[in-house]
């Protein structure tokens, strides 16, 4: 059976292309479209869907207030289309912080090589929100609205079809679910990778720490360019420690998170007790993200050697399982968001299945499991 879904926008070009795309997968249904988010809301609660595509600026109601609409009445996995704006990216966030699980630039060609893969990225992702909305729709209810303050209420949901594939499951017996006692490990940096679900996933985690946190912090989330800035501004205006958009020659200070900018690749350099960030431009198309987990966590690798404590959180694919490797290589060590909490268990399954990840843990619990490790109990 098909997954369905509901096409929101009031373009009515939008959403016929939407449609278009999304039906040449025979796993997705669009089983109807709306012009508004009232009529969304009404189509919401009638026809059920698993997955809902939304627009953000429509009349009547916008994208923002329909999907808390939603989420309070019928939860439902959203995926958003964003203007590649500031105003679009400071939107968007506030979508996620209502509910919203994932989202695309609504030119979502812009990210793609061509129209090809454009489409091919839209049905991924919409069908990897879908496979999960039947599973999903007990815990959703069960939740209360995000706040601006408090966002412990993101959906605790799990995946009927993970992203990164095995040949055996992974079995919890193997993996710690929570930090029973610190190691007594030294660390100079905390190192955090993520992409799908991450924006709330972060903030969950960031907004817990003290001011005094005492390391460093590099945070790598796929984001687009125009998005990053606004998304450091948010979570500086709502954690204790300082939160930045990295730039080119920052040194790293304990106390200070640095956001990757969106399109280029973030390295640590120098030494470290002199670690300073350097921000590059990369045309390569080996490497696939900009900025990529892989490439900030291997360049912490050969600075900080096993002084990091390395997390992956919620993502699609596989990023941050190469770069983690390295850093455990060194002594390092590694931590996952566990499945039940990601939004999609992708990049922590990767991790997972390799063997690198000590611990697998709930998104509930990482910010006092870090803690608890770095201050040695």
């Known amino acids: 059976m098909a997954y369905k879904v509901l096409v929101v926008d009031d373009s009515s070009f939008f959403r016929r292309r939407v449609t278009d795309i999304l039906n040449k997968d025979p796993q997705l249904e669009v089983i109807d479209v709306a012009v508004n988010g009232q009529e969304a809301v009404e189509k919401a609660l009638a026809l059920k869907p698993d997955v809902i595509t939304m627009d953000i600026e429509m009349p009547v109601l916008n994208g923002i207030a329909a999907v808390k609409q939603i989420m309070a009445q019928s939860p439902t996995a959203i ?4 203007s590649l704006t500031h105003q679009g990216a400071k939107s968007t966030l506030e979508a996620l912080e209502a509910g919203a699980l994932d989202f695309l630039p609504k030119k979502f060609s812009e990210i793609a090589q061509n129209s090809d893969e454009a489409g091919s990225l839209l049905r991924q992702r ?6 999960k909305s039947g599973l999903s729709r007990r815990s959703l209810s069960s939740t209360r609205p995000a706040t601006r303050r408090d966002l412990s209420t993101q959906p605790a949901m799990s995946t009927r079809k993970s992203i990164a594939s095995s040949s055996a499951p992974v079995s919890s017996k193997k993996l710690g679910s929570v930090l029973k006692s610190a190691s007594g490990k030294n660390y100079s940096l905390l190192a955090i990778g993520t992409s799908t679900g991450g924006p709330v996933a972060l903030q969950k985690i960031l907004t817990q720490f003290p001011q005094d946190f005492p390391l460093p912090i590099i945070l790598i989330q796929h984001m687009p360019a125009t998005f990053t800035h606004a998304f450091a501004n948010r979570l500086n205006s709502l954690c204790k420690i300082n939160v930045k958009e990295a730039s080119n020659g920052d040194v790293l200070k304990p106390g200070c998170a640095y956001l990757a900018p969106g399109g280029r690749q973030m390295i640590i350099a120098g030494t470290e007790n002199a670690a300073k960030i350097k921000i590059i431009d990369d045309n390569s198309a080996k490497i696939t993200f900009k900025p990529s987990v892989d490439v900030s966590f291997g360049s912490a690798a050969k600075i900080y050697g096993g002084n990091v404590l390395g997390v992956i959180l919620t993502g699609m694919g596989a ?7 390295m850093l455990k290589a060194k002594g390092a060590t590694i931590w996952a968001q566990d499945e039940q909490s990601c939004v999609v268990y992708g ?14 843990l ?10 608890k490790e770095i201050k040695h109990g």
């Not at 919409?126 to 496979?131: H, Y």
């Not at 990049?347 to 697998?360: N, R």
């Not at 998104?363 to 006092?368: A, H, K, M, P, T």
């Open 319 to 325: 990023d941050g399982r190469e770069g983690s490797r």
């Open 362 to 371: 709930p998104l509930d619990v990482i910010s006092s499991s870090i803690s």
């Open 79 to 82: 995926l958003m289309f964003s």
């Open 126 to 131: 919409v069908a990897q929100l879908a496979s």
């Open 347 to 360: 990049m922590p399954q990767a991790v997972t299945i390799a063997g690198i990840s000590q611990l697998s």
